[in-house]
């Protein structure tokens, strides 16, 4: 059964993704191992830098490997924005790369720093940033929540979401279970759509949402540790987990929550129902991943493999 359930899910991502967004290919629900051949490398002086992306769309996602003896730290920046490598036990380097879902198509120079005991070796690549081809939804919301179109509301929630994600650990909370689905059901709106509430006002969609019937299971979508577990103006009742090293999942609009800041949980653990709180027009999850304060889209990040 549970193999039918995937199978109709992959379908359904591959007719979801393929009409409305032309953000990503289909990924698969969840990371496995080994890890993938790489897209490219370099080499220089004995350190190899792997890139597991051939380009990035806005709100996309991909992850670099370093690999050599006597690594003691290593950086990369792109669009100006830097990021650390973290190691692993096996002496492996890895980066997760992000851009936001606002970033201007083009040609960005990516570098990469790799600082050794005596020296230092330095690696650069140009990155293709391509359209993402977001597109644009209408809706219009009950009498009772029109409030909820406000753009200060709005903003304040976003203000206080981009303080919680703004941390990042020092190491992976993941495990080898990696990111799943939190529901076994359909993707219905897509990352990163142009919103217009109530005729007027434009927003933009940072996550994904999924049909559910009101009191369906939530599942965690990895191991992580809750940041946030209460009620928000426009997402309802939320969970906010963070996953490590700046990746961040979120869950919004439940009927009931399960979990409570401070709590550890396992990958797949029931963290709440779906509901219809805050700003929805009926039952469904809407679910969000930040990577580094950058929402990304959830789908494409699926399909990465990470290592645990």
């Not at 990352?191 to 949402?209: E, K």
Request: glycine content about 12%.
């Amino acid at each position: 059964m549970r193999s039918l359930i995937r199978f109709g899910l992959l379908v359904g991502l591959c007719l979801l993704v393929g009409a409305a967004s032309a953000q990503s290919e289909l990924p698969p629900l969840f990371q496995g191992a080994p890890p993938p051949v790489s897209t490219s490398s370099m080499t220089s002086d004995g350190i190899r830098l792997d890139l597991y992306f051939a380009s990035l769309r806005p709100g996309g996602s991909g992850l670099l490997r370093l690999r050599g003896a006597g690594i003691v730290l290593a950086s990369y920046v792109l669009r100006d924005e830097a990021g650390r490598f973290f190691r692993l036990d096996d002496g492996e380097w890895h980066a997760l790369v992000a851009l936001g879902m606002n970033e201007r198509p083009g040609t960005y120079e990516l570098t990469v720093t790799v600082q050794r005991v005596e020296d230092a070796v330095s690696f650069a690549r140009d990155v293709p940033v391509e359209g993402a081809g977001f597109i644009l939804q209408e809706f219009d919301l009950p009498a009772d929540r029109a409030y909820l179109a406000s753009v200060e509301v709005e903003n304040d929630e976003l203000e206080m979401l981009a303080a919680l994600t703004a941390g990042a650990s020092a190491e992976p909370l993941w495990d080898a279970s990696g990111f799943e689905l939190p529901l076994d059901a359909p993707l219905t709106s897509p990352f990163g759509s142009f919103r217009v509430l109530n005729g007027a006002r434009q927003t933009r969609h940072t996550g994904w949402d999924q049909r559910a019937p009101r009191g369906s299971p939530v599942r965690a979508m990895a191991a992580g540790a809750v940041v946030f577990a209460g009620r928000l103006e426009i997402r309802g009742n939320y969970a906010l987990i963070d996953h490590g090293l700046g990746i961040y999942s979120g869950y919004a609009h439940f009927a009931d929550l399960l979990v409570a800041a401070g709590q550890t949980v396992a990958a797949g653990q029931i963290i709440g129902s779906s509901g219809n709180t805050g700003r929805s027009s009926g039952p469904h999850l809407h679910w969000e991943i930040a990577v580094d304060g950058k929402w990304v889209d959830g789908v494409a990040f699926l399909g990465l493999w990470l290592p645990a």
